[in-house]
């Protein structure tokens, strides 16, 4: 029986899954299949691999992200904003 081999992509994905998005291992597992020793193996060599250079550009894609979040999060806003007007208004001429 041959071992499965994973890309390199398909692990960092794996691995932030945990990091970034805040999922526990045992949800990782499940979802993609992996077992958990093996999301935390990988979890350790890339922490383990990161350079100073590979920390500022996780620096930079998380200021770039959370300024999209920050966009996305006021749109919601005034979207929410209209539909309770909306509600309200619709509420009162019911009547």
């Known amino acids: 029986m041959s071992r ?6 398909y692990k960092v994905s794996a691995v932030r899954m945990m990091i970034m998005d805040g999922m526990t291992a045992s949800e990782v597992s499940q979802k993609l299949g992996v077992s958990e020793g093996l999301l935390y193996k990988w979890k350790q060599q890339q922490v383990g691999a990161m350079s100073v250079s590979d920390s500022d550009l996780d620096a930079q894609a998380l200021v770039s992200e959370n300024e ?6 006021a ?6 904003e209209i539909l309770k007007k909306t509600v309200a208004y619709f509420a009162e001429h019911e009547k």
């Open 4 to 9: 499965k081999s994973y890309s390199k992509e």
């Open 68 to 73: 999209q979040l920050r966009k996305q999060l």
């Open 75 to 80: 749109r919601a806003e005034k979207i929410n």
